[in-house]
C-alpha cells in the first residue's frame, strides 16, 4: 500500500485510502472466500505510527493482526512477529490507550499448496545433494559467512580511508 511518512516529524503520515479500498475491492472479487486478517511491514521492529495505521486498517479488518517481517534476518528461524492491538488500562484512572500484544504465529501451507511445491521439488531434486532443507541451510550458513567477511572487509577499508590504519 502507498505509505510515507515525514523524515523530521514522524508523527506526520500519509496513506493512499482509495488505493486500498480499491485493492480491497479488487481482493474481495478474486478471493470471496478468504478474509484479510491484518496487515504487514518490513520493520524490523514496532513504530510509533503502528497503533495510528492500525487504527485506520480496523475499518477493513476489525480485529487486524499486524505481522512485522525483519527483511534482514540475523537469525535461523521465522523472520515474523505478530501483534495484535489490545486497549491498556492505566491504574491512575487516566483514559485508556492501544498497544500491541504478541501473537503467537507459525507460517503454514494449504494441503494442495504443498503438492504444488513437492511436484516443483520432485522436478529439480538432485539426490547426491541430500535434502531441499539441508540445501537450503547450508546456503544459509554459507552466505553468512560470506556476509561477515564482507562486513569485515569494509569496515578495513573504512579505517583506511579515515587513515585511522595504514594501507597494507
Known amino acids: 500500500v502507498p505509505f510515507d511518512e515525514d523524515d523530521k516529524d514522524k508523527s ?15 481482493f474481495k472479487k478474486v478471493n470471496a472466500r478468504e478474509k484479510v486478517v491484518g496487515w504487514y511491514h518490513t ?6 505510527n503502528d497503533v495510528a495505521i ?3 486498517i480496523r475499518r477493513y479488518c476489525p480485529n487486524s493482526v499486524l505481522v512485522i517481517i525483519d527483511a534482514k ?11 495484535q492491538a489490545v486497549e ?15 501473537v503467537p504465529s507459525e507460517i503454514g501451507a494449504e494441503e494442495a ?13 538432485d539426490t547426491t545433494v541430500g535434502s531441499l532443507s539441508q540445501r537450503v541451510t547450508n546456503q544459509l550458513l554459507g552466505l553468512k559467512g560470506l556476509h561477515s567477511q564482507l562486513s569485515e572487509i569494509r569496515d578495513y577499508l573504512v579505517q ?8 597494507n
Do not use: C
Not at 499448496?113 to 531434486?125: A, F, S
Not at 583506511?160 to 594501507?167: F, I, K, R, T, W
Open 73 to 83: 534476518p540475523k537469525d535461523l528461524g521465522l523472520p515474523t512477529e505478530a501483534y
Open 43 to 48: 520493520g524490523p521492529k514496532l513504530h510509533q
Open 54 to 56: 492500525n487504527e485506520l
Open 12 to 26: 506526520v503520515w500519509f496513506l493512499d485510502h482509495d488505493y486500498l479500498e480499491n485493492m480491497y475491492g479488487m
Open 113 to 125: 499448496e504443498e503438492v504444488g511445491v513437492e511436484h516443483l521439488l520432485r522436478d529439480i531434486k
Open 160 to 167: 583506511v580511508g579515515e587513515g585511522s590504519l595504514p594501507m
Open 88 to 102: 491498556e488500562v492505566h491504574d491512575d484512572g487516566s483514559p485508556t490507550t492501544r498497544t500491541f500484544e504478541h
